[in-house]
């Protein structure tokens, strides 16, 4: 059933399968000339017919939609946005530090795969664990490359429908391209996955890369920290209204995180591997030990680990070295 956020604001539920989260939150808003919708939801036909039955009980239809604005482009978010644009002639938008994203994630190669088992075992994860690299980011491997956006911004810009303005953040972290959209005049924060109300957002360093996403996602949080906002929007879970306090609670998770990490090296060099071994991980939802993790979660952690050794290394309180095509890690003398 979908619910009104405050007049011309719907939230649409759109059922993610197989997946603890049960739903991505998609925005409907009113226009002078139809809505715009934030996010599609992922790519599949239950998904796609739950979409037009929120669409029918908030009184509008595909044909309606005359703009699609995606946070990022994970399957969750992007997964229907060429059924859509098939239907109602959409403008999508996206922002282009998420084009990567087509090809890591959306046309999963055999030799994308082999690099990543490659990266994986340069980590330390155990030849008989290698399956987990092989579990592609979101849970299974898409069936085809997506419908591209028609706008490539950079953040910054501002979209309107003629009744609400949203002006574009670029927060990169979650994804290169992660965004989140502010309504200045109605105090509204559409916050994607960047903020969410209960869990923190996955943080991770993919394979091979020369990036620092937990170093950007900080800094992207403190960039919205102190917005003027009454109510936050998330892509999932529920609805809120303390931004503020919850991107301190945010970065006191990673304090802590970083903090555990630096206790495991107390006794000598360890692989990102082991080191997952010793994280408690969801520690929002009780705590869940490494061992007990599915496989898409197992990756998922040596990834957040991966993240956070990264931005260690950058602020000089780790060191990495290499024995045997591994990579170690250590307190910084």
């Known amino acids: 059933m979908s619910t009104a956020i405050i007049p011309g604001v719907t939230e649409l539920l759109v059922p993610i399968p197989n997946n603890p989260l049960e739903n991505t939150n998609v925005y409907l808003l009113r226009g002078n000339d139809g809505f715009l919708l934030i996010d599609t939801g992922w790519d599949s036909d239950y998904a796609f017919q739950a979409l037009g039955r929120e669409l029918e009980d908030a009184g509008a239809g595909f044909k309606d939609i005359r703009q699609i604005v995606v946070t990022h482009a994970h399957f969750d978010h992007y997964g229907l ?3 859509l644009k098939q239907l ?8 282009h530090a998420d084009q990567e994203i087509f090809r890591t994630r959306y046309a999963i190669t055999e030799e994308y795969m082999r690099q990543s088992e490659q990266w994986f075992r340069a980590n330390g994860v155990p030849g008989h664990e290698l399956p987990i690299s092989r579990v592609p980011f979101g849970g299974l491997r898409a069936s085809h490359i997506p419908q591209p956006p028609d ?10 429908t003629g009744i609400f303005d949203l002006k574009v953040i670029w927060t990169p972290g979650h994804a290169p391209g992660h965004v989140c959209l502010y309504d200045q ?18 943080i991770s360093l993919p394979p091979a890369s020369d990036g620092n996403p937990l170093g950007d996602f900080l800094k992207s949080l403190a960039l919205i920290r102190d917005l003027d906002v009454k109510t936050v929007l998330p892509a999932h879970e529920n609805v809120f209204h303390d931004l503020r306090k919850r991107v301190d609670e945010i970065v006191h998770h990673h304090e802590v995180r970083s903090e555990e990490i630096m206790a495991t090296l107390t006794d000598g060099a360890k692989t990102a591997f082991d080191i997952s071994g010793y ?7 009780g705590g869940v030990r490494f061992r007990d993790l599915m496989p898409g979660d197992q990756r998922a952690a040596v990834s957040e680990t991966l993240a956070h050794l990264r931005a260690m290394t950058l ?4 060191e990495a070295t290499t024995r045997n095509n591994v990579y170690y890690y250590q307190r910084a003398e």
């Open 315 to 318: 602020d000089g309180k780790v």
């Open 185 to 202: 005049k109605n105090r509204l924060f559409f916050s994607g996955d960047h903020v969410l109300p209960v869990i923190t957002p996955n």
């Open 88 to 95: 109602s002639k959409a403008k999508i938008y996206l922002h």
């Open 279 to 285: 994280i408690t991980w969801m520690p929002e939802l």
């Open 81 to 83: 946005a060429g059924r």
């Open 151 to 160: 706008v490539s911004h950079n953040g910054g810009e501002t979209i309107s």
